[in-house]
């Protein structure tokens, strides 16, 4: 399984990003897809995840300012980023997993790349 993720960049303060990830294999065999980020210095967390069936969880610092989603036809997840500050700034890393699970906080079986996302103030 690979996960291509993009749409990363330069934004300023307030300004919006779109990333997308395209898995290569069809949706409807994986449970779960996710973003999660880390930036220098820091753990990786959870952003937002969603099941196959549209059930979406958010990390408490995006909660009202990210929206994730998922395009089975297409293979692909998104995640809308609205609304981003400096604290956002990370490498953020898209994720599949075959199962569904109480929590993904802990990670998911398959991982993208990472795709920069910088925010100046």
């Known amino acids: 399984v690979q996960l291509q993720a993009s749409g990363g960049g330069l934004v300023q303060a307030g300004g919006s990003l779109r990333l997308s990830c395209a898995i290569s294999?069809?949706?409807?065999?994986?449970?779960?897809m996710g973003w999660y980020r880390q930036a220098p210095g820091k753990q990786r967390e959870l952003v937002a995840a969603?099941?196959?069936?549209?059930?979406?969880n958010y990390g408490d610092s995006v909660k009202g300012r990210f929206i994730i989603s998922r395009d089975n036809g297409k293979n692909t997840v998104y995640l809308q980023m609205n609304n981003l500050n400096p604290e956002d700034t990370a490498t953020y890393y898209c994720?599949?997993?075959?199962?569904?699970?109480?929590?993904?906080?802990?990670?998911?079986?398959?991982w993208g790349k990472g795709t920069q996302v910088t925010v100046s103030s």
């Open positions: 994720a599949a997993d075959r199962f569904y699970r109480v929590s993904y906080l802990d990670g998911m079986d398959y």
């Open positions: 294999r069809s949706t409807f065999s994986i449970a779960a």
């Open positions: 969603i099941t196959n069936s549209g059930n979406t």
